[in-house]
Nanobody
Framework: QVQLVESGGGLVQAGGSLRLSCAAS????????MAWFRQAPGKEREFVAA?????????YYADSVKGRFTISRDNANNTVYLQMNNLKPEDTAIYYC??????????????????WGQGTQVTVSS
């Protein structure tokens, strides 16, 4: 059974940093694309970042986080990370880990991913 478990969320002041982790099990982690999405209250779930399965990996970012967030992966520990710096109140959302691209849609589309975690809350105060 595939499981994606996020951790690292919390409350931080604007300008601060957080690092999210997503531990994967039940799949061949090194062979799948991984991504982060987020959903703010009353809004659609949106793409944040993705990292390919290649070595070296290719990374992709939403324009709203480019230059502030960094996605990375540790294939030895089946974990993907999201380092978030210079956080803004508009980054407040539930952050979801996603994995396993279908190869049918763009990597920034929810429908592209097979597996999802339960999410971790990130709250940025002004």
């Amino acid at each position: 059974q595939v499981q994606l478990v996020e951790s690292g969320g919390g409350l931080v002041q604007a300008g601060g940093s957080l690092r999210l982790s997503c531990a994967a099990s039940g799949l061949t982690f090194s062979s799948i694309t991984m991504a982060w999405f987020r959903q703010a209250p009353g809004k659609e779930r949106e793409f944040v970042a993705a990292i390919s399965r290649n070595n070296p990996s290719t990374t992709y970012y939403a324009d709203s986080v480019k230059g502030r967030f960094t996605i990375s992966r540790d294939n030895a520990n089946n974990t993907v990370y999201l380092q978030m710096n210079n956080l803004k109140p508009e980054d407040t959302a539930i952050y979801y880990c996603a994995g396993g691209s279908r190869g049918r849609f763009s990597l920034n589309q929810r429908s592209e991913y097979l597996y999802w975690g339960q999410g971790t809350q990130v709250t940025v105060s002004s």
